[in-house]
């Protein structure tokens, strides 16, 4: 079968890893070959005022259009290089998103939302293939986690009061940096236009210097970790402006991308959309554990929208407003972060690109899962358990395990409370999309929402026997601490309280030798001076019968929605029809999320075919195989057409009364099948319990009949 080829990104404007060799060179030689070019231009100027002989001139000449042929064609694989789109595709990435975007809203997979008032950026409906492949990819994420690993799922509001998420540290800090047209208001992401610009340059300016395209590449990899001032100066040195009016910008300053709301009428409630349903599985963490048994590990699981209020969403379907998030809550001992079903992933073997890789700017290697741990490259198995799980999820899914990579946050990139954190990235013709994060949250979340409510969020691990323990006991002298601070006071008392095992013993020692010691309150911001009077700190034994702890969280998160787009793009493609007049767009979609798995149609307008066509779709429908039946008189090649576009997996074409004919799409490999068991053999082969290649095996090869044929066989049964 002919496919036409299309492009394959082998290394995307978005990547960000400092530049590849290959590029380095190819800058170097054509900036080279450019010198040489110039050279030879004046000695060939220099030979006709010298009046050398014509054939010296000519050979010169000669020489310089080959050496302009070699520029050209070193221009042309930096170009490829830059753009991601080297080794000759067919297609490029533009015209590939632009190929598949075009099916997606004219099948109505997705719809601008409120399209007729001219729609709001960042916001899409789903149109019913759109839904039912979002179904379809849900109803598998709860199979393949929620039943698979037991896990415990909630379904909380999206209207979210405010002090939640003050505790969570959303209010403070889920910030973007900003820019304004100084002229017309229009806001832009400051970052996005850093990034615009560095690779921007890249792309054009061919004969920039390998110093100056480093510190391009060097921006694209620290992005991230600009803060306002440091991106406020590049955009002035680089003299960037508003791409649409190319007006002045202002400096940047942080916006919340929260939409805020109030709860109730009298407006003194406020609250905001949830930006990811994470909080909602915290805050009922005490219930769910008892639900639990009380006993650890266990993991809580919700599925639900979530708002960001994306200050110039671009990328379709992949930066949007409002999405659905799926997200999982693992809470486990912070003293044991094993996992019962390791073994079944630790022999994986995917892409992965860990820390040292990024930094020496080299590419993502395939890795086996369990090395990794071994080598401590993964910071524990429960993280490892879950990279393998998302692995199986999404390659199962449909997604192409070459465009699919784990990568690790680099050190600035992971909060500091994290232990480790790897998100799973697709590629696709806008780059390497993050469409899971998996971060090792520690126990931050529960420590904060305790704080916060007052409510402990805690574990309790009770001992077979009586352990007996040395405690740390700090007991602050409230009098003279109230003498020496005054209204200060309760400010130093939580501090000292607050100090580690290991800040108080070196303090005790201190105050031992010397009597007194400078210590940072940083409630206060200043540091004071505690003298030996003002705290007696000491270890004490003491028998106790459990312990009790804040456990850590693992939290994978996916971006449903990014995950969807990326596998349009993955299973897309276009080949020649029959006639080879025309190129036809299909989907690939595996059984499992194609929107409708079979679509029965009789070969020709005729009332018993199409009661044999109704029959079927009901048994199929009765087997709970969703099903479309295509009666209208166009031709055969033009339905087929039609559900291969909306990558249906299987046809019936009913072309006799007792038999019919199962074609499935990539191949187009039809079948003969009787009435009666066509139902049981999609059923079989749309839910994976066999494949393609095992049906084949059991039922005969048929060759298509003309239409003509049929018709004269209609006729003569008549
Ligand atoms: P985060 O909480 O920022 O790590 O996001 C969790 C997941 O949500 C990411 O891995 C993305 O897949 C997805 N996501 C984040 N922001 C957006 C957005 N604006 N539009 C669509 N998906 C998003």
């Known amino acids: 079968m002919f496919i036409t080829p299309i492009f394959f990104l082998r290394r995307p404007a ?17 900036a080279e070959k450019q010198s040489t070019i110039d050279a ?14 014509k054939s010296e001139i000519d050979d010169a000449v000669k020489a310089l259009n080959a050496l ?12 490829a290089s830059v753009s991601g789109d080297a080794n000759g595709s067919v297609m490029s990435r533009d015209a590939f998103r632009q190929a598949v975007v075009n099916t997606l809203e004219r099948r109505l997979f997705y719809i601008p939302s409120f399209k007729i008032y001219r729609g709001v950026a960042g916001l899409y409906d789903y149109g019913p293939p759109g839904c039912a492949v979002k179904s379809n990819v849900l109803a598998f994420w709860r199979q393949h986690f929620v039943l698979e690993e037991d896990m415990l799922e909630v379904d909380c509001p999206c209207v979210t009061p405010e002090v939640v998420l003050k505790a969570s540290g959303h209010v403070d800090k889920f910030t973007d940096l900003m820019v304004k047209d100084e002229k017309t208001g229009t806001c832009y992401r400051a970052d996005h ?7 921007d340059k890249l792309e ?20 991230d970790d600009l803060s306002a001032e440091e991106l406020g100066a590049k955009i002035k040195e680089y003299g960037i402006a508003a791409p649409d009016t190319k007006n002045p910008l202002s400096d940047p300053y942080p916006f919340n991308l929260m939409f805020q709301t109030s709860i109730g009428p009298s407006g003194v409630i406020p609250g905001y959309m949830r930006p990811e349903t994470a909080q909602g599985i915290f805050v009922n963490f005490k219930d769910l554990y008892y639900y639990n048994g009380n006993k650890l590990p266990f993991a809580a699981a919700q599925i639900g929208q979530a708002f960001r209020n994306e200050i110039s969403p671009r990328q379709g379907l992949l930066r949007v407003r409002e999405f659905t998030l799926a997200e999982i809550e693992h809470f486990v001992d912070p003293d044991d972060k094993s996992h019962p079903k390791y073994s079944e992933v630790e022999k994986l073997e995917f892409l992965m690109f860990p820390r040292d890789l990024q930094m020496s700017g080299q590419s993502a290697k395939r890795l086996c899962l369990g090395e990794a741990v071994s080598k401590g490259i993964v910071n524990n198995q429960t993280l490892a358990y879950f990279i ?9 899914l449909g997604i192409d395990e070459e465009r699919l990579r784990f990568r690790q946050h680099l050190p600035n990139e992971m909060a500091h409370y994290a232990a480790d954190c790897w998100d799973a990235e697709i590629e696709s013709s806008y780059g390497w999309i993050e469409c899971v994060g998996i971060a090792d949250r520690s126990a931050y979340d529960l420590r904060a929402h305790t704080d916060k409510s007052g409510v402990a969020l805690v574990a ?5 026997e009586p352990k007996e323990v040395e405690k740390l006991v700090i007991t602050p002298i409230k009098k003279e601490l109230g003498l020496a601070f005054k209204g200060n006071q309760k400010m130093v008392v939580e501090a000292l309280e607050a100090m580690s095992e290991k800040e108080a013993m070196d303090m005790k020692y201190v105050l031992e030798t010397k009597g007194e010691v400078e210590f940072e309150v940083c409630t206060l911001e200043k540091t004071v001076t505690i003298t030996k009077k003002m705290v007696t700190i000491s270890k004490e034994k003491k028998k106790e019968h459990q312990r009790v702890f804040t456990p850590s969280v693992i ?7 990014r995950i969807i787009y990326c596998l349009y793009e993955h299973s897309f493609y276009m080949r020649p029809s029959k006639a080879g007049d025309e190129q036809l767009n299909v989907f690939r979609f595996p059984p499992l999320v194609a929107p409708i798995k079979c679509t029965v149609f009789p070969l020709v307008q005729n009332p018993q075919y199409e009661q044999v066509a109704k029959n079927i779709s009901r048994s199929l429908t009765a087997a709970g195989i969703s099903n479309k039946k295509d009666i209208t008189g166009t031709s055969i090649g033009k339905r087929y057409a039609r559900t291969d576009e909306l990558g249906v997996p299987f046809a019936v074409t009913v072309d006799s009364t007792s038999s019919v004919t199962i074609r499935e799409r990539d191949s187009k490999d039809q079948i003969r099948v009787s009435i009666d068991e066509v139902a049981a053999v999609v059923k079989e082969v749309s839910e994976g319990r066999a494949t393609w290649a095992d049906i084949l095996k059991k039922y005969p090869a048929h060759t298509s009949l003309s239409v003509k044929e049929v018709l004269l066989s209609c006729k003569s049964r008549n």
């Open 14 to 30: 978005d990547d960000i890893a400092p530049m590849a060799t290959s590029e380095d060179s190819l800058r170097r030689a054509l």
């Open 40 to 53: 030879t231009g004046n000695s060939i100027r220099q030979l006709k005022s010298s009046g050398a002989s």
């Open 68 to 79: 302009k042929l070699e520029k050209t064609s070193i221009e042309t694989q930096l170009k």
């Open 193 to 199: 236009l850093l990034k615009d610009h560095c690779k």
């Open 204 to 223: 054009k300016d061919l004969f920039m210097s390998a110093d100056k395209a480093a510190e391009f590449k060097h921006i694209l990899a620290v992005l």
């Open 388 to 396: 393998g799980r998302v692995y199986l999820f999404l390659t199962r």
């Open 460 to 464: 309790q691990e009770k001992f077979a």
């Open 555 to 561: 939290e994978p998160s996916f971006g449903i929605g």
